[in-house]
């Protein structure tokens, strides 16, 4: 293949870095910095992050943007279509991971594992001193998933063996699922006592985890939160974890990251994690791959292999 030069506009995995450089003429600048002639240059992009409708003006002769993550809301895929740009993600990939973690961090919170490990460790058992019975246990629990697209279904799946009921709301109802619906995210609070958030980030998603969503979910209610901290009013679930409006919260990710509020911080039943749902070496290798592959497909066989739902070019 011809020497097509592709942009990385910031930090990105070392491996596809590595991989790009393999086949393509590599840029690493800020897009909007470039002089005329380098930004006519630039055929694709490999980002890891924010990819706005201003950088995408500034890049005439781009085509392909392919973005490392299965959520692409930081890159404006609807502006990009507007200009015939396919924009690509890493879907797949990661599902296994993302719902192993969901359940890890499901147990970790209901049994309390990570603060028992603390006291261990901090030198508490002792001959007649036992770490205290955790309030709640999974047994019996009845489990809803908020937005059961591929990696829900893979919560759902791994949630079956434990014996718990499940349900789930999505904008829509999949005829397929052999879990109960419910029409509105307050019906299926009010239904269960253990809550999954797995949406994406869009406008409809925006806090819809509120004060009265919590309050539906109860005083023993447990929320687990894999998916984005756009979707959480965080000064509201941290008001319900200290007043007992709810039992317990698990969160891997958070509104303003990686700046979490110290009114989650300061709470013992608040388990909290970096943004890490994902972060294995093998998935990431995974993710790093098909970034490359996406930019490989199209530039060699006309094809990408992941497109984004809004992209003028389909797999």
Same mark, same amino acid.
């Given at each position: ?36 002639e $380098? ?10 992050g924010?990819?706005?409708?201003? @950088?995408?003006?500034?890049l005439? +002769? ?9 959520? /692409? ?29 969901a ?7 209901i049994?309390?594992?990570?603060? $028992? ?10 001959p ?17 998933? /908020?937005?059961?697209?591929r ?14 009921k ?8 999949h005829?397929?699922?052999? /879990?109960?619906? /419910? ?32 309050? $539906?979910?109860?005083?023993?209610g ?16 941290? @008001? ?5 409006t709810?039992?317990?919260a ?33 998935t990431?290798? @995974?993710?790093?791959?098909l ?9 060699? +066989? ?14």
């Amino acid at each position: 293949m011809s020497r097509i030069a592709v942009l990385v506009p910031g930090k990105i995995h070392e491996r596809v870095l590595t991989r790009l450089r393999e086949s393509f003429d590599v840029i690493e600048a800020d897009p909007v910095a470039l002089d005329a002639e $380098a930004a006519g240059r630039i055929r694709g992009v490999a980002v890891s992050g924010t990819f706005n409708a201003t @950088a995408i003006d500034s890049l005439p +002769n781009v085509e392909l943007i392919s973005s490392f993550g299965v959520g /692409y809301d930081g890159v404006n895929a609807k502006h990009a279509a507007t200009k015939g740009v396919i924009v690509t993600n890493t879907p797949d990939v990661l599902n296994d991971e993302v719902a192993d973690t969901a359940i890890g961090l499901l147990l970790n919170t209901i049994r309390e594992l990570p603060r $028992a490990e603390n006291w261990l460790r901090a030198g508490n058992w002792k001959p007649g001193q036992n770490y205290p019975l955790s309030r709640f246990s999974l047994k019996g629990r009845h489990v809803g998933i /908020y937005g059961l697209g591929r990696i829900g279904q893979e919560i759902a799946k791994r949630l079956e063996p434990f014996k718990v009921k499940i349900s789930y709301h999505t904008r829509t109802r999949h005829a397929d699922a052999p /879990y109960g619906y /419910y029409p509105s995210l307050k019906d299926l609070a009010e239904a269960v006592d253990t809550l999954i958030s797995i949406v994406p980030r869009t406008p409809q998603t925006h806090k819809t985890i509120n004060a009265d969503i919590l309050s $539906a979910l109860g005083p023993d209610g447990v929320f687990i939160n894999v998916g984005r901290g756009w979707t959480v009013d965080e000064d509201a679930i941290a @008001a319900a974890l200290k007043s007992g409006t709810i039992g317990a919260a698990g969160l891997d990710v958070f509104y303003d990251e990686p700046n979490v509020p110290a009114s989650l911080l300061d709470l013992p039943n608040a388990v909290l994690l970096p943004h890490l749902a994902s972060g294995s070496v093998p998935t990431r290798n @995974a993710m790093a791959d098909l970034v490359v592959d996406n930019l490989i497909g199209w530039f060699r +066989n006309g094809k990408p292999l992941t497109p984004v739902p809004e992209t003028p070019v389909k797999a």
